[in-house]
């Protein structure tokens, strides 16, 4: 392969690709269509592996298609709002515009480089008005029908960001994922959707998902919320304890079969304590402190479980049950306890 000069005969190809507008797209009813879509990445600088990996990926599927013969549309585009970027501009004295777009042009000529089938006719950059006067159009319809209203709630608040935290961004002892200082909670407005409202069919959709893991239908219903649902008590085997347990479905009872708690569940303690179950027990907790809720809840991660050595009591039928610890299962969602009906 000593002939083979990347620089020179890629950009040969590139270019050709480029003037035949190999990737675009044009209707056509006759053909069945497929639209594939990865997340956009933010314009924060070079393109790293970790992009090389999730765009070959989306490549590999739209080719997949097109070469079944599916019509299908491969966009590309870029997240390109937030604080990160206005922060990052600051750090390097420019605007966050310059800042943005430049990023924005290195990063598709990378992509055109790795030679991603994209569709670059179609791209789209969410800080374009003519792209955000879309988010504005649907904001205001919301608004309308009243699915938005404004209110306070606790937030986590990054003061060296000056920026709001989603729960995942918090990371260890409550540290901001972007820049390590220690996350304060501030009660500040803002505004709301009322998913709530289509919560029921939310919850009821998730059962048509086929092939989908046990933790992420489980995350998903903590996400979407408690609509209704009924609280049951557990009672322990042999001690005086309890664990309450939330449920929307508690016409499943006298299939529960095993007990899942949060292994940061503050019974947990009084289960194992001496016992020969409690270094398991106390590995699984090691494990969980060192990840976060996201890497807890995606499925990419093994699940990690441990039996407690203890049981809990049926209360319709007085069967005993086996309480595992299991990571994807937390606090913060739910009461830290779920009954498993498989
Ligand atoms: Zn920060």
């Given at each position: 392969m000593s002939d083979y000069k990347p620089k020179k005969i890629e950009s040969k190809w590139q270019k050709k690709w480029d003037d035949d507008k190999l990737y675009s797209v044009r209707e056509n009813p006759a053909m069945e269509k497929r639209y594939i879509l990865e997340m956009f990445p933010y314009p924060s600088g070079d393109l790293h592996m970790g992009h090389v990996r999730n765009y070959s990926i989306g490549d590999v599927v739209a080719r997949y298609y097109s070469m079944k013969g599916f019509n299908v549309l491969h966009p590309i585009g870029w997240d390109a709002f937030g604080l990160p970027a206005e922060n990052a501009a600051i750090k390097n004295k420019t605007h966050p515009k310059t800042w943005t777009y430049k990023n924005i042009k290195r990063q598709e000529e990378q992509m055109r480089q790795l030679g991603?089938?994209?569709?670059?006719?179609r791209t789209v950059v969410t800080c374009d008005p003519d792209y955000y006067r879309w988010g504005q159009w649907l904001f205001l319809k919301f608004y309308e029908k009243g699915l938005v209203y404004r209110d306070k709630s606790n937030v986590n608040w990054c003061p060296s960001c000056q920026t709001v935290l989603a729960n995942e961004q918090v990371h260890g002892e409550g540290e901001c994922w972007r820049c390590g200082s220690v996350v304060e909670q501030r009660r500040l407005a803002q505004w709301f959707f009322r998913i709530t409202d289509y919560a029921d069919r939310l919850l009821a959709d998730l059962d048509l998902l086929d092939g989908w893991q046990d933790r992420v239908k489980v995350m998903q219903s903590n996400w979407i919320g408690k609509s209704r649902g009924t609280e049951v008590v557990f009672r322990l085997d042999k001690t005086d304890e309890s664990i309450t347990v939330f449920t929307?479905?508690?016409?499943?009872l006298f299939g529960a079969t095993f007990f899942l708690l949060a292994p940061e569940h503050p019974v947990v303690d009084r289960l194992i304590d001496g016992t020969s179950y409690e270094q398991g027990v106390k590995k699984v907790r090691q494990t969980v402190a060192s990840r976060t809720m996201v890497d807890r809840a995606s499925g990419e991660m093994e699940k990690e479980g441990a039996f407690t050595g203890q049981y809990a009591l049926?209360?319709?039928?007085g069967e005993k049950i086996p309480i595992w610890v299991a990571d994807y299962v937390m606090m913060e969602y739910g009461t830290g306890a779920v009954m498993a009906v498989p």
């Open positions: 991603l089938s994209y569709d670059w006719d929307t479905r508690p016409d499943t049926n209360p319709v039928n």
